[in-house]
């Protein structure tokens, strides 16, 4: 069973701090590592994805890959009260049966406030 | 591109009828995926095909659902008889194929009643 862990939350932090989500996952062979960003009421919506260990960077987005720790997080930059949200974190192996199939954590909620 | 395309939005029926949920993907996404959501397991992968063919249907919950892509614009899902507990917010999702990048459609809210 290949697990990805989230903490549920909820995550609070005020309005220009720095938010940050975790995420680690199970399976070693994990290739490819995704945040998704879901409101209330919507559909999961990609913001960012990762494939190599170190940093990426994104406007006020950054996602962090240890594939030695098997962990995964993403870094929001001055936080706005629009990023509150649940933030979904997802795994795929990209191999054998399981390519193309992603595994998604229970996601973190996140709320800004002003 | 008017994204990945579902209906309908939303869904309320009652116990032992069959349902059927429809998604369009994105033209030229060779990956398509239904997911289910909810509150206590969160998303579930149900199933994902490639290339109108399906891969993986271990996320099937039971023979009472089942799932087509007939052409490379079209799948269902259809849920035969339904029961309660399938109440859930339905997600199709298609990919390019590019390690997985994922583009959902607006899913169905579905109530069994």
């Known amino acids: 069973q290949k697990e990805v862990e989230q903490n549920s939350g909820p995550l609070s932090v005020p309005e220009g701090a720095i938010a940050s989500l975790n995420c680690t996952y199970s399976?070693?062979?994990?290739?490819?590592f995704f945040w998704y960003r879901q409101y209330s009421g919507k559909s999961p919506e990609l913001i960012m994805f990762i494939y190599s260990n170190g940093d990426k960077e994104d406007g006020r987005f950054t996602a962090q890959l240890n594939k030695a720790s098997q962990y995964v997080s993403l870094l929001i930059r001055d936080s706005q009260p629009s990023d509150s949200a649940t933030y979904l974190c997802?795994?795929?192996?990209?191999?054998?049966?399981?390519?193309?199939?992603?595994?998604f954590g229970r996601g973190t909620q996140l709320t800004v406030w002003p | 591109d008017a994204g990945v395309i579902q209906s309908p939005r939303h869904e309320v029926t009652e116990m032992g009828q069959e349902v059927t949920l429809r998604c369009k993907p994105i033209?030229?996404?060779?990956?398509l995926f239904w997911y289910r959501q909810t509150m206590m397991r969160g998303l579930e992968l149900l199933i994902y095909?490639?290339?109108?063919?399906?891969?993986?249907d271990s996320g099937m919950p039971e023979d009472r659902f089942s799932a087509k892509m007939p052409n490379a614009s079209f799948s269902t899902l259809k849920i035969q008889p339904s029961e309660p507990r399938d109440s859930a917010v339905y997600f199709c999702?298609?990919?390019?194929?590019?390690?997985?990048?994922?583009?959902f459609g607006s899913g169905t809210q579905l109530s069994v009643l």
């Open positions: 095909f490639n290339n109108n063919v399906p891969i993986d």
């Open positions: 399976d070693r062979g994990s290739q490819s």
């Open positions: 999702a298609s990919s390019p194929g590019d390690r997985a990048k994922l583009f």
């Open positions: 997802a795994v795929n192996s990209d191999r054998g049966s399981t390519l193309g199939r992603l595994y």
């Open positions: 033209s030229g996404h060779n990956s």
